[in-house]
Nanobody, 124 residues
Framework: QVQLVESGGGLVQAGDSLRISCVAS????????MGWFRQAPGKEREFVGV???????FYSDSVKGRFTISRENTKNTITLQMNSLRPEDTAVYYC??????????????????WGQGTQVTVSS
């Protein structure tokens, strides 16, 4: 049974940093492109970034230069380091796994496995 479990969310102030993690079980992350998405209330799920199987990374323009995705295959873990947080970064953050060749396009439909999400709230 595949499980992706996010942790590390919380309430921070604008300008702060936060690191969230995703631990996978039943799925070797080394074989998957691992992405992060987010969804704010009343909005569609939005691509944040992805680390490919070859460790290449791609980010949305809204987080480029502020967020960093890394993977530790031996721990089956993905992390999202978020710096210079803004109130508009407030959302539920999800990790997801993909084997699609279109993974870097950032479409949720390209990702077959999802975690339950962790809330990140940035106050102004």
């Amino acid at each position: 049974q595949v499980q992706l479990v996010e942790s590390g969310g919380g309430l921070v102030q604008a300008g702060d940093s936060l690191r969230i993690s995703c631990v996978a079980s039943g799925l070797p992350v080394s074989n998957y492109h691992m992405g992060w998405f987010r969804q704010a209330p009343g909005k569609e799920r939005e691509f944040v970034g992805v680390t490919s199987r070859s460790r290449a990374t791609f980010y949305s323009d809204s987080v480029k230069g502020r967020f960093t995705i890394s993977r530790e295959n031996t721990k089956n873990t993905i992390t999202l380091q978020m710096n210079s947080l803004r109130p508009e970064d407030t959302a539920v953050y999800y990790c997801a796994a993909s084997t699609s060749v279109a993974f870097a396009r950032g479409l949720p439909t390209s990702y077959g496995y999802w975690g339950q999400g962790t809330q990140v709230t940035v106050s102004s």
